[in-house]
């Protein structure tokens, strides 16, 4: 069966460093993959989407890779603050209708 | 960015009771949402894809008895959650998305149910 799997074990940081987190896939190839910020009680808000043949994506302090051949996407957090603290959630498409399955998602913890 | 409003945010309810959740898409129409369902600590299950006219997809597992979704217009998508019980106090969050395909979803800000 399709499997998307985030670490789950939170990840804690110190303000400024770089946050780094892992997505990774099994059984499937996903056209793209999408990630998502979830702050508690409240709905995902997508950061980024990267296609399965581009390398890199970019935004302000974040940057999202995809290695078809690892079956993994890492997604990036540069010079992290404590407003950055959230779950971040990766997510694939399962048809072209916009049906998503999602990791179970990492919490990312930034202290001054 | 596309806007998905979401209400109530948070309801409380007897056991035995039903509960409808509202979903809109406020500046685009969708003829497709998706309802989750995620439990604490917990990544977004899919329940079901509500279609506009037409009968709604369940996921397997997911009773369509109990969950019953309503797609009536092209911005609005139900979800009534009927005879509540304890164990489905949960927080329920739905999405759209504009256009078809490799878009970004819009979420609402999602309903925490607690049943007593």
């Known amino acids: 069966s399709q499997k998307i799997e985030q670490n789950s074990e939170a990840l804690n940081i110190q303000e400024g460093k770089t946050a780094t987190l892992t997505c990774n896939y099994t059984?499937?190839?996903?056209?793209?993959l999408q990630w998502y910020r979830q702050d508690p009680g409240r709905g995902p808000v997508f950061l980024l989407l990267i296609r399965e043949n581009e390398k890199e994506k970019r935004k302000e302090r974040l940057k999202v890779t995809f290695d078809t051949t690892l079956k993994q996407s890492l997604f990036h957090i540069t010079a992290s603050q404590p407003a950055d603290s959230a779950t971040y959630l990766c997510a694939s498409p399962t048809d072209s209708w916009g049906k998503l399955q999602f990791g179970a998602g990492t919490q990312v913890v930034v202290t001054p | 960015g596309a806007v998905v409003s979401q209400h109530p945010s948070w309801v409380i309810c007897k056991s035995g009771t039903s509960v409808k959740i509202e979903c809109r898409s406020l500046d685009f129409q969708a003829t497709t949402m998706f309802w989750y369902r995620q439990f604490p600590k917990q990544s977004l299950m899919l329940m079901a894809t509500s279609n506009e006219g037409s009968k709604a997809t369940y996921e397997q597992g997911v009773e369509k008895d109990k969950f019953l979704i309503n797609h009536a217009s092209l911005t609005l998508s139900t979800l009534t959650v009927t005879s509540a019980h304890p164990e489905d106090s949960s927080f329920y969050i739905c999405s759209a998305t504009p256009g078809t395909g490799n878009t970004e979803a819009f979420f609402g800000q999602g309903t925490r149910l607690t049943v007593v």
């Open positions: 059984n499937y190839s996903p056209a793209y």
